[in-house]
């Protein structure tokens, strides 16, 4: 009798940058904003400040895909002010811990910023008032303060799968 022992893992077919695409969508699902948010458009826009780690994997992603009836949009760039109007901003790796402080202040600086802020696994990035952090393993932690400041509602199936929670001011 012969048995195989091997066993395909799926997560594993997927690299890093796909997998925390596929968490950014999930993200969006599960995440609601204000109706004042959507001023503009019926879009939802992702912005990616920074170098892109994702190259074509997330427009490839997301084109044509719809989150609670809205299309994506994507901006790419490297000023806070570049990104204005959109509704998540992902900050990549590579910048100082002065920088991300400084550009978290900058978003939520503004009142009504109803924007989730997600950071490429940064140091200390929650507790700097950051939203949600992405960890290369696929898990994340996530500052509830933060997304209430914001006035985002965090579902309770985010909260649950979180690998950690903020849940009052880390100051």
């Not at 939802?44 to 299309?71: E, H, Q, S, T």
């Not at 290369?136 to 933060?146: A, E, F, I, M």
Request: charged content about 20%; proline content about 4%.
């Amino acid at each position: 009798m012969f048995i195989t022992l091997f066993q395909v893992d799926t997560y594993a077919q997927f690299d890093e940058y796909e997998r925390k695409a596929g968490m950014i969508n999930t993200f969006a699902k599960f995440v609601n904003w204000p109706s004042q948010a959507f001023k503009e458009d019926n879009s939802l826009v992702l912005g990616i400040l920074g170098d892109d780690p994702f190259g074509d994997v997330i427009d490839n992603m997301f084109r044509n895909r719809y989150v609670k009836g809205r299309v994506w949009k994507i901006k790419r760039a490297q000023t806070i002010k570049e990104l204005k109007g959109s509704h998540i901003v992902f900050i990549s790796k590579g910048f100082t811990s002065s920088q991300v402080k400084s550009f978290l202040e900058e978003i939520y600086d503004r009142n009504n910023s109803f924007v989730l802020t997600i950071g490429d696994n940064i140091p200390n990035f929650c507790k700097n008032g950051g939203i949600i952090n992405l960890t290369p393993n696929g898990l994340y932690t996530l500052n509830l303060y933060s997304a209430n400041t914001a006035q985002l509602t965090i579902d309770v199936k985010l909260l649950n799968l979180a690998s950690d929670i903020i849940p009052y001011d880390p100051d």
